[in-house]
């Protein structure tokens, strides 16, 4: 209720004042970086809205010449994804995109008014074309081919769009943007952030757009690469090509991760130097690697100004603590409280794919609605994992519904097998103690 009330108070301030002061007079405390406490709030998600065009081939495909199989209409688009997956494990995300008067617009409004979620922050008129994607699929569920009509994002989701929503953005517990905006967007939104140190989930897309990294870096507090995004956006923070993607042969033999992991820790250093906080790097069917500079202690507890989770994020809560408890992933390694590099694989659950699409974004989302509901980061990405899993076995880029009983429990089984692997990935080592002896 008293989140309800606020966000009608959101809305009326802009009908009342300009945008960059909407808000500033109504809860000026805000805007000068203190959190409120007393008020439950929203995480943010700044990005696309797209409607997915999924084709789906039942035999191999030919060139040349039209093949059987199914075509999906799927609501889609990173973030979109994201705050559906977060809004279905308990969070109810602050959504801020774009979207036209047009059938794909009409679509994804109402998928996401039904699904009761906040409606302000989306950027409507008919000038708009809203963004669309047709990917098409192998026989395996791998996008084999896609085309990306998504302009409208950079052009019509501007900083000032996103500015009338700064109250909203600084009192979040976190905020997650989409490098589908432009550099000028990322940047205010992060800045905004930024003033009342609110963490910032930077989503990188693409290879292509991975590079805009550049000018936030050192806003951000998570990074969710795939191995070419890391690379590419190592690059652009070097301002060198410095780093190439890992060749590999055609055997289908996975290479070890150790062996990934060492040949990438350079690109990896890159961003953590240049200011990056926690390097969630996701290696398909090899797992995750958790990397930061900080020590194991920053994992503790990233999301301070988070409240005491209540309604789905309490069940998810009390659900991951009783399967998945934080002293799982905790051993000698990793409890330290001192700052030092370091790294921790957990690995993938075993599945029945169906299709691969939505796996990344289901990964950031239930990792981002564990931290919300007050989980540590190792317990939130074991949940990420699970909630990836749940998303490649159906056909959608998001499953209907999650069962929470489910993702705390596939979590817990990744708890006891990441224990096994913490320590033998720990390639930046902590400090030498010092000797005894003069």
């Not at 008129?125 to 085309?147: K, L, R, Y």
């Not at 589908?180 to 952030?193: D, F, H, R, T, V």
């Amino acid at each position: 209720m008293e989140n309800s009330s606020r966000r009608r108070l959101d809305s009326l301030s802009r009908h009342f004042f300009q945008p960059h002061q909407a808000n500033q007079a109504l809860f000026p405390n805000l805007l000068r970086g203190i959190r409120v406490s007393d008020v439950e709030a929203d995480p943010v998600i700044i990005g696309g809205m797209v409607l997915d065009i999924q084709a789906s081939p039942t035999i191999f495909a030919k060139p040349r010449t039209t093949t059987p199989g199914k075509v999906h209409y799927v609501p889609g688009g990173v973030a979109r994804n994201i705050a559906e997956c977060m809004s279905k494990l308990g969070s109810k995300p602050y959504m801020i995109s774009a979207l036209g008067l047009d059938m794909a617009g009409n679509m994804l409004l109402e998928h996401w008014r039904s699904a009761g979620l906040p409606m302000e922050g989306i950027r409507k008129h008919q000038d708009i074309q809203t963004s669309i994607v047709c990917n098409i699929f192998d026989v395996d569920g791998e996008v084999a081919a896609g085309v990306a009509s998504v302009e409208a994002i950079e052009k019509f989701l501007t900083s000032e769009w996103i500015g009338q929503f700064k109250c909203t953005i600084c009192r979040a517990p976190v905020l997650m943007v989409d490098a589908n905006l432009s550099p000028s967007a990322l940047e205010a939104s992060c800045q905004m952030a930024a003033e009342s140190s609110t963490p910032v989930w930077f989503e990188p897309v693409s290879v292509t757009k991975s590079k805009r990294v550049a000018s936030v870096a050192k806003y951000i507090t998570f990074a969710s690469p795939n191995e070419d995004e890391l690379i590419a956006m190592a690059n652009a923070l070097s301002g060198k090509e410095l780093f190439h993607p890992i060749q590999r042969d055609n055997t289908g033999i996975k290479c070890p991760v150790e062996s990934l992991f060492r040949r990438l820790k350079p690109a990896i250093s890159v961003l953590l130097e240049k200011g990056i906080k926690v390097v969630v790097l996701t290696l398909g069917s090899n797992g995750v690697v958790l990397c930061s500079k900080e020590g194991p202690g920053f994992m503790k507890n990233v999301l301070v100004g988070t409240k005491k989770p209540h309604g789905f994020g309490s069940q998810l809560y009390k659900l991951m603590t009783e399967s998945c408890p934080s002293d799982r992933f905790v051993n000698s390694a990793t409890s330290s409280s001192k700052l030092y590099p370091f790294a921790v694989h957990l690995p993938t659950l075993p599945a029945s794919v169906a299709r691969l699409s939505g796996a990344g974004d289901c990964l950031v989302g239930g990792t981002m609605a564990s931290l919300c509901a007050g989980l540590d980061v190792l317990q939130s990405v074991a949940a990420g994992i699970a909630a990836a899993k749940a998303a490649v076995e159906v056909e959608s880029n998001v499953p209907a519904e999650y069962s929470l009983a489910k993702i705390a429990e596939d979590a817990g089984q990744l708890g006891s097998k990441g224990n096994q692997q913490l320590r033998k990935l720990l390639p930046f080592p902590p400090p030498a103690r010092s000797s005894k002896h003069p």
